[in-house]
T-cell receptor, first 115, second 110 residues
Framework: GAVVSQHPSWVICKSGTSVKIECRSL??????MFWYRQFPKQSLMLMAT?????????EQGVEKDKFLINHASLTLSTLTVTSAHPEDSCVYIC???????????FGEGSWLTVV | RKEVEQDPGPFNVPEGATVAFNCTYS??????FFWYRQDCRKEPKLLMS???SGNEDGRFTAQLNRASQYISLLIRDSKLSDSATYLC???????????FGTGTSLTVIP
């Protein structure tokens, strides 16, 4: 079964609005989660590392004020896309890693379309 | 320079063919390497880890060349169901981040 679960799977929003995506770890505590985005026919691009109880670490070029990450508990990290624009339309995928660090568990992805 | 570079393809091969993908990484201290498979509109799924000694799982063989800083994936006797995008993934050991190659698209043709 799924180890990491995302919600919603699909979302359409109007330009200028905000969208929150949830990422939950099931049956394990994830002190660290990762947020990726993937545009059509491109690979996953790491956006940020979400650390439980502290601020997220953003990759270069990712606007931290636009992509708000909150990791308030060991089983939940959220990504809020603020003031969404059509160019933000893509799939957002979260992941966590096993205790051994050898396996990446991915959420099912959240497909965002901004109209 | 990108952490991980990969030929995006596409590779179109007939059933039964052997196909190989390569992926290079920039950080010589990288410790963990993986091949993931991603089907259209799905999340990536682990195909296999890549060990220094190389490893094989059925029709799939993965190898690591630390001297040249690349990993490879060999698929023998391709099946239609092998059609997907194959992503190489590297942990550069600067944290717990994992970096992905652009993915190589494979289509196996009947």
């Amino acid at each position: 079964g799924a180890v990491v679960s995302q919600h919603p799977s699909w979302v359409i929003c109007k330009s200028g609005t905000s969208v929150k995506i949830e990422c939950r770890s099931l049956d394990f505590q994830a002190t660290t989660m990762f947020w990726y985005r993937q545009f059509p026919k491109q690979s996953l691009m790491l956006m940020a590392t979400s650390n439980e109880g502290s601020k997220a670490t953003y990759e270069q070029g990712v606007e931290k004020d636009k992509f708000l990450i909150n990791h308030a508990s060991l089983t939940l990290s959220t990504l809020t896309v603020t003031s969404a624009h059509p160019e933000d339309s893509c799939v957002y995928i979260c992941s966590s890693i096993s205790y051994s660090g050898n396996t990446i568990y991915f959420g099912e992805g959240s497909w965002l379309t901004v109209v | 320079r990108k952490e991980v570079e990969q030929d995006p393809g596409p590779f179109n091969v007939p059933e039964g063919a052997t196909v190989a993908f390569n992926c290079t990484y920039s950080n010589s201290a990288s410790q963990s390497f993986f091949w993931y498979r991603q089907d259209c509109r799905k999340e990536p799924k682990l195909l296999m880890s890549v060990y220094s000694s190389g490893n094989e799982d059925g029709r799939f063989t993965a190898q690591l060349n630390r001297a040249s800083q690349y990993i490879s994936l060999l698929i023998r006797d391709s099946k239609l169901s092998d059609s997907a995008t194959y992503l190489c993934v590297v942990n550069p050991r600067t944290g717990n981040q994992f970096y992905f190659g652009t993915g190589t698209s494979l289509t196996v043709i009947p």
